[in-house]
């Protein structure tokens, strides 16, 4: 796809370490969403690295992976501690595979509901779910209604290269929306590479820096951006 009127950005967890995010910024991207932490326990790389983002002028973000082996009242007291609430919080929703293979989680529906109602109630800005439209057609396809839209993912190869390379490969049927929700933001390669970091996820918002920091902030009101009917 054309990269133009397109704002990118990473995610990233403790596995990438101490990220140069002024680095990134140099190179264009304009947001980071930060693995704050899964079930009952946070990252351990969370604060320094949202801190750095935002230092760098990055819009700031934080995703909580749900683990079906924790209730979710252990998931919530764990954001709680973890994440303020001036931050908007993305539940990450996919299945879990040990070293040998077997799911060791599972998360449902009803557990996605309740993990997003339960911090909405506890303060939390929750604008977005990340939820792949293979774990969803997992589920049997059900409707998503009354869910956040979806940042959703799906790469056209696993080749490495720039993030603005590699988005041009994305086909426009990727921005299709599922489960009655419009896909938002977009996850499009987990192989982009930078001087400063490689490989990692890069991320595409079809609107401007402004717009995003808006969603991200208006997390109970409708998005002001919805550039693709569901399907």
Partial sequence: MDPAGTTFGSDTSHHQGDVDFAALYREGLRFAIHKAGQG????????????????????????????????????????????????????????????????????????????????????????????????????GSPSLAGLPPLWSSRYPDLDPGGYLDEYRDVPASYWDGYGGLPVLLLQFTSSASA?????????????????????FGAADRAPLVVLEDAR
Avoid: C
Avoid at 51 to 56: E, M, N
Avoid at 109 to 127: I, K
Avoid at 195 to 215: H, I, K, M, V, W
């Fill in 40 to 139: 009952n326990w946070a990252d351990d790389k969370f604060a320094a690295n949202s801190g750095r983002s935002a230092a760098a002028g990055m819009i700031t973000a934080a995703y909580w992976f749900l683990d079906s082996r924790y209730s979710v009242e252990e998931h919530l007291d764990a954001v709680d501690r973890t994440v303020p609430e001036s931050m908007a919080l993305i539940p990450d929703v996919e299945r879990i595979e040990g070293t040998d293979g077997q799911v060791v989680s599972a998360p449902t529906l009803a557990m996605t509901r309740q993990f997003v109602d339960g911090a909405r109630a506890r303060g939390h800005r929750v604008p977005l779910v990340y939820l792949p439209r293979w774990y969803w057609q997992s589920w």
């Fill in 195 to 215: 001087p400063s970091l490689s490989p990692y996820d890069a991320n595409a918002f079809r609107g401007t820096p402004e717009q995003l920091a808006s969603l």
